[in-house]
């Protein structure tokens, strides 16, 4: 399951994209109607230890980053716990039903983003295919609507993917004719095996991020790869803006990652580090821009609901517009240094197999 901010669809270009959005926001609309109060009750209460070294705070090896990290769509508050051992933060308390926490609406990419975003996706993936001495097969565990799936098939990789929103998956299989398996329907053949597996902004938002790195490194042939993306907690920008970071995305984010907490995961799960990169310029140069106008001005987030029509146009919106753009270069510029000094605010990890 993919973030929906980071979301988008090809604006008029198939009609049943406009209806399967539609039917997905009426969705997150009627669950959105459940009160705080039953969200809460059912809250997980196994928020304190540490689920990949077993730390916990009475040891005391929990503690507390962050105190006040208000969710930008609700305005609950929520915590950030981290295990001072492995260094993995988590949001504290997670709540065990998300369906409130989703913005009932999808950003919708005009046709030059869309083509922008798409470059990105090519860049990347031949970056990846690159590691390989040719193409082979390549799963991608939420797929969302499939656009980096046929960015490495267009490499001759044979692809499948997985989704966890069987429209979603749908989507994927009709307008591209790529292979997905809806988490809820149908499940990958118990022998499917493959060179490369992509988790793109996907492990923050899973419960038990361990198993899921154990259940790649089983899927995995030999010589194969997981590449893993992921926002950097131990980044510049988290560390700037803390409680306001952009990329923090409390609840949705359960985990909050870092190089030191993934070689951990990794180690946990018989794997290691082979690379870590931080380009990432459809997140990170935005982020810095987010994260200062939340910081400095407050109210979470509003650029991002301003520009992904969840709000009514204000007067202030055209001020807080002017002041972004002014911020734009600087924040470029600070997402290149940080890139070049590993602490970009989001990662790209590929882990490979620790050879026994
Ligand atoms: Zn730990």
């Known amino acids: 399951m993919k973030n929906p901010i980071f979301e988008y669809t090809v604006k008029n270009a198939n009609q049943d994209t406009s209806k399967l959005y539609e039917i997905l926001s009426k969705e997150r609309k009627m669950t959105s109607n459940l009160s705080s109060n039953e969200t809460f009750q059912q809250e997980s209460t196994k928020a304190c230890s540490c689920p990949v070294c077993g730390s916990s705070q009475s040891a005391p090896q929990v503690e507390t980053a962050i105190n006040d990290a208000a969710d930008y769509i609700t305005g609950d508050k929520f915590q950030v716990l981290q295990c001072s ?14 369906d409130r926490y989703y913005p009932a609406k999808y950003r919708r990419y005009n046709a030059l983003i869309l083509g922008i975003l798409k470059t990105l996706y090519r860049i990347r993936a031949r970056g990846w295919s690159s590691r390989f001495t040719q193409p082979g ?13 046929d960015a490495l098939r267009s490499l001759g990789w044979s692809v ?41 902004q996907v492990l923050e938002h899973l419960t038990d991020p361990l198993e899921q790195i154990k259940k790649c490194a089983s899927l995995l042939k030999p010589g194969g790869r997981v590449i893993i993306g992921v926002p950097n907690f131990s980044s510049w920008q988290s560390k700037y803006a803390r409680a306001s ?10 985990f909050h990652h870092s190089p030191r907490s993934m070689a951990h995961l990794a180690q946990a799960a018989n794997m290691r580090i082979d690379r870590i990169g931080f380009f990432s310029p459809e997140h990170d140069p935005f982020g ?35 002041i972004a753009a002014a911020l734009s270069p600087f924040c470029a510029i600070a997402s290149l240094v940080s890139w070049s000094a590993k602490k970009g605010a989001i990662m790209q990890v590929e882990l490979v197999p620790v050879k026994n």
């Not at 051992?85 to 998300?98: E, K, M, V």
């Not at 097969?137 to 799936?149: K, N, P, Q, V, Y």
């Not at 009709?174 to 597996?197: C, N, T, W």
Request: proline content about 4%; glycine content about 6%; charged content about 25%.
């Open 85 to 98: 051992n492995c260094s993995l933060a988590w949001t504290a308390p997670q709540p065990t039903n998300l």
């Open 137 to 149: 097969s390549a799963l991608e565990i939420g797929c969302g609507d499939g656009f980096m799936l």
């Open 160 to 200: 499948s993917g997985t989704e966890r929103t069987a429209d979603m998956a749908k989507f994927a299989s009709e307008h591209f004719g790529l292979k997905v398996y809806a988490d809820d329907q149908e499940k990958l053949p118990s022998d499917a095996k493959f060179d490369m597996i992509v988790m793109f």
């Open 245 to 254: 970071w952009f990329h923090l995305d409390v609840p949705r984010h359960l």
């Open 288 to 322: 810095w821009v987010q994260s200062i106008l939340n910081k400095e001005l407050g109210n979470q987030n509003r650029l991002t609901k301003f520009l992904m029509k969840m709000v009514k146009p204000e007067g202030r919106d055209l001020l807080t517009l002017v």
